[in-house]
Every structure is written in C-alpha cells, then in structure tokens.
C-alpha cells in the first residue's frame, strides 16, 4: 500500500487549507485511515480517524474546525482544515491500517506535507 499526500502550504490565521491522501495498491486490507501532524522536536499527534463505516474522532485540538473524509470511488481521505491558528503549524502525515492498530501503530505511512499557519 503506498499513500501519497498533498494540498499542504502557507495559509493565514482564520483560514482554510484541504489535505488529500491518495491510498494504492492492495488496499483491501485497510479499514482504518487518520491524519496525524507533528512540529519537530515535538510528539507525534493524531487528529483526526476515520473508519470503514465512516465513522471519524477528532483531537480535542482540532474539534470542530478539521474535517475528515472518504471517497471510495478514489480511494481518498481528506482533511478540510478551517479556521487555522498558528498552533496549528505542523508536518501532517497521513496514515492507514487495521481499526485495531491505527491508533497507536499504524501500518502504512504517507509523506509529510506540511502545513504553515501566519498570523
């Protein structure tokens, strides 16, 4: 399974920026894909999982400003970020599994795109 993301870049404060992952290869064996963002130097942070019936949990953090979602026709998740704040600065990385693992070890990784927040 390889992911490939994108969509990162510079947004302002109050702004909104859409992520995409892009799953391929043998992907029947993921029923779990999340968002996960990290400031270097910093702890790695899940924010956002959506899972095989469409169900989705958010971090604290980005509840009810971030967005996830799924199109099965495309194999895609995306991450509708809204009303950034600088906090909100990272390198998000997508990342795909089983729903049991997802969490804390996900099995397939995507590159980081990064996501730069000005005031």
């Known amino acids: 399974v390889q992911l490939q993301a994108s969509g990162g870049g510079l947004a302002q404060a109050g702004g909104s920026l859409r992520l995409s992952c892009a799953a391929s290869?043998?992907?029947?064996?993921?029923?779990?894909m999340t968002w996960f963002r990290q400031v270097p130097g910093n702890k790695r942070e899940l924010i956002a999982r959506?899972?095989?019936?469409?169900?989705?949990s958010y971090a604290e953090s980005v509840k009810g400003r971030f967005i996830i979602s799924r199109d099965n026709a495309k194999n895609t998740i995306d991450l509708q970020l809204n009303n950034l704040k600088r906090e909100d600065t990272a390198i998000y990385y997508c990342?795909?599994?089983?729903?049991?693992?997802?969490?804390?070890?996900?099995?397939?990784w995507g590159q980081g795109t990064q996501v730069t927040v000005s005031s």
């Open positions: 990342a795909a599994g089983s729903a049991t693992t997802i969490t804390k070890n996900p099995q397939y």
């Open positions: 959506i899972f095989g019936d469409s169900s989705t």
């Open positions: 290869g043998t992907i029947f064996s993921i029923n779990a």
